[in-house]
């Protein structure tokens, strides 16, 4: 992978990014007291942007799963943080896990400029950012998980936001279940039919 390969420092937060679907500021705002490796989920408790942090949009703290890939890229990233931190002679790692390297958190506009350089130098199309946060939950719908486990993992307001948004991909993902419900009504009929077809036809005698 182009960015695994040239921009490495980063690879980490566009692997949380793909794998999630965390916004942007969550993203920037995530700690590593907000990983749960046992559980394999991440608390998402803080947005950070404009130099500050608040909470996640419409106020809503969330849970999000962690796939075995991510996880195991961010064991690896602490395990080099501890080691960096020893280096330096520090008790712990810093508590953000997306920094400048200066213990401050990345600004917006630079982590997007990286991923536009990122884009170019694989030879791919720009795109935003925000644009990772859409592919994660289309990819999910399209492979039939449920809107209301995509709605909780990108922390929408309502399931009505996953629904106008992602609609498309949430209606191609359940036509086989009409066929086959179509296959087994069809079914139904003729057993039906094949019933009153055996039922012997009585003879009413002539007076």
């Not at 921009?7 to 916004?23: A, V």
């Amino acid at each position: 992978m182009t960015c695994e390969e040239h921009y490495s420092d980063y690879f980490p937060f566009f692997q949380t990014s793909i794998h999630t679907g965390l916004r942007l500021g969550e993203l920037l705002g995530v700690k590593w007291g907000d990983v749960d490796f046992k559980s394999h989920f991440i608390n998402v408790q803080r947005t950070y942007r404009r130099k500050s942090f608040g909470r996640p949009k419409n106020g809503k703290l969330r849970r999000v799963d962690m796939a075995d890939e991510l996880e195991t890229t961010l064991k690896r990233l602490l395990n080099r943080r501890k080691k960096e931190a020893l280096e330096k002679g520090k008790g712990e790692v810093e508590e953000l896990i997306f920094h400048d390297g200066t213990d401050n958190p990345m600004e917006q506009n630079f982590i997007r400029r990286i991923f536009k350089r990122a884009l170019k130098k694989a030879g791919l199309r720009e795109i935003r950012l925000h644009s990772l946060r859409h592919t994660y939950a289309s990819l999910l719908l399209s492979q039939g998980v449920s809107p209301v486990y995509v709605k909780e993992q990108m922390g929408h307001h309502s399931i009505s936001i996953t629904v106008d948004i992602y609609g498309h991909w949430i209606s191609s993902g359940h036509r086989d279940a009409v066929n086959r419900l179509s296959e087994q009504v069809s079914a139904s009929h003729a057993q039906v039919s094949q019933r009153k077809t055996a039922q012997p036809i009585e003879i009413t005698p002539l007076s």
